[in-house]
C-alpha cells in the first residue's frame, strides 16, 4: 500500500509560482502512474494533471496546460507539480494520487491529504 504526502503549499500573488511536491512510501513509485487534482471551495474535485509509469504520456487539463508541469523522480520515490502563472482561480486543495492505470479520471487508488494552495489577487 501507497502512503502519499503533499508538501508546498502556500499562499502567493497571482503570476507568482509554487512548486507541490508529493513523497511516497510504504512502496516504489516506480509500480504507478500518477496524478494531480484539486478542489476549489464549493467545486467538486477535478483533474489537473497525469504522468504514466515511465513518463513517456503526460496529461493536462486545459486550463493549466501551458503553466503547470508534472514530473517524477523515482529514485526519489516524489512527483512534482510545478505550477507558473499562477491564478486567483487556481485557489484549491491540491491532491496527489498513485493509480496502476494510467489514467485522467478520479479513480485513483492511492491519495494524499491534500496541500492548500491560494493566490491572492
Known amino acids: 500500500q501507497v502512503q502519499l504526502v503533499e508538501t508546498g503549499g502556500g499562499l502567493v500573488q497571482a503570476g507568482y509560482s509554487l512548486r507541490l511536491s508529493c513523497a511516497a512510501s510504504?512502496?516504489?513509485?516506480?509500480?504507478?502512474?500518477l496524478g494531480w487534482f484539486r478542489q476549489g471551495p464549493g467545486k467538486e474535485r477535478e483533474f489537473v494533471a497525469a504522468i504514466s509509469l515511465g513518463g513517456a504520456r503526460i496529461y493536462y487539463a486545459d486550463s493549466v496546460k501551458g503553466r503547470f508541469t508534472i514530473s517524477r523522480d523515482n529514485a526519489k520515490n516524489t512527483v512534482y507539480l510545478q505550477m507558473n502563472s499562477l491564478k486567483p482561480e487556481d485557489t484549491a486543495v491540491y491532491y496527489c494520487a498513485a493509480n496502476k492505470i494510467f489514467t485522467t479520471n478520479n479513480e485513483y487508488d492511492y491519495w494524499g491529504q491534500g496541500t492548500q494552495v491560494t493566490v491572492s489577487s
Open positions: 510504504g512502496d516504489t513509485l516506480r509500480r504507478y502512474a
